[in-house]
């Protein structure tokens, strides 16, 4: 299994509503990653997670709050967004731990619209 | 931080012709170089990978170059199809065996496009 699964595919919200992006990978990564990706642009990092513990917050602003419940899922959570944070969320996952280095596997994405 | 550029942004060949997609990088650090490609709608897929112990390394069609002392590495595709059209990215980072995470830092893109 070397699939990174998310969802749901697309999501449509309002500025004032509460949603939640999923994401779900069994392949014992240990890092797991969040990335917004525009349009015509390269993927951004948003946030990291290793061993279930956030690493890296690219100065994020706190509309979007990250969560690992286990190894094997990260959640993203979504409350008061802007138009402007319309775009592609990407999940990703990588590394195994204890050396073995492992490719970066990407998920198909959340296509966010934010009305 | 890190600092990739890609180029070209735009490239068009003929099908059957080879493209080759370059970019740079800033941080010495970085030791591990992957490539994606990504159609439309789908998140990136990785391609080929190289890390910083190697200068080249070739899966069928495609290939990719390493020079560590330049910080510049290459993305060849010979014998191009159309289904090879899509956006490339070139990505690096440092190994996570230091950071136990891979900081993947992307290239701007390059749209390839391969006419039939």
């Known amino acids: 299994d070397t699939e990174v699964t998310q969802t749901p595919k697309h999501l449509v919200m309002g500025m004032t509503n509460k949603k939640s992006l999923k994401c779900e990978q069994h392949m014992g990564h240990r890092a797991m990653y969040w990335y917004k990706q525009k349009a015509k642009k390269p993927p951004e990092l948003m946030f990291v997670?290793?061993?279930?513990?956030?690493?890296i917050n690219e100065s994020v602003p706190s509309r979007f709050s990250p969560e690992c419940p286990n190894s094997s899922l990260l959640n993203l959570h979504l409350h008061a967004l802007q138009p402007e944070d319309s775009a592609l969320y990407l999940c990703?996952?990588?590394?195994?731990?204890?050396?073995?280095?492992?490719?970066?596997?990407f998920g198909q994405g959340t296509r966010l619209t934010v009305v | 931080g890190e600092n990739v550029e890609q180029h070209p942004s735009t490239l068009s060949v003929q099908e059957g012709d080879s493209a080759v997609i370059k970019c740079t990088y800033s941080?010495?650090?970085?030791?591990?170089f992957p490539w994606y490609k990504q159609e439309l709608g789908k998140g990136p897929q990785l391609i080929i990978d190289?890390?910083?112990?190697?200068g080249e390394k070739k899966d069928q069609r495609i290939a990719v170059t390493l020079n560590k002392t330049a910080k510049h590495f290459s993305l060849h595709i010979t014998e191009t199809q159309p289904e090879d059209s899509a956006v490339y990215f070139c990505?690096?980072?440092?190994?996570?065996?230091?950071?136990?995470?891979?900081?993947?830092?992307f290239g701007p893109g390059t749209s390839l496009s391969v006419i039939p």
């Open positions: 990703a996952s990588s590394y195994r731990g204890g050396g073995f280095d492992t490719e970066a596997f």
């Open positions: 190289i890390r910083s112990n190697v």
């Open positions: 997670y290793s061993y279930e513990k956030l690493s």
């Open positions: 941080d010495s650090a970085s030791n591990y």
């Open positions: 990505a690096a980072s440092q190994s996570p065996r230091e950071t136990s995470y891979d900081k993947v830092i």
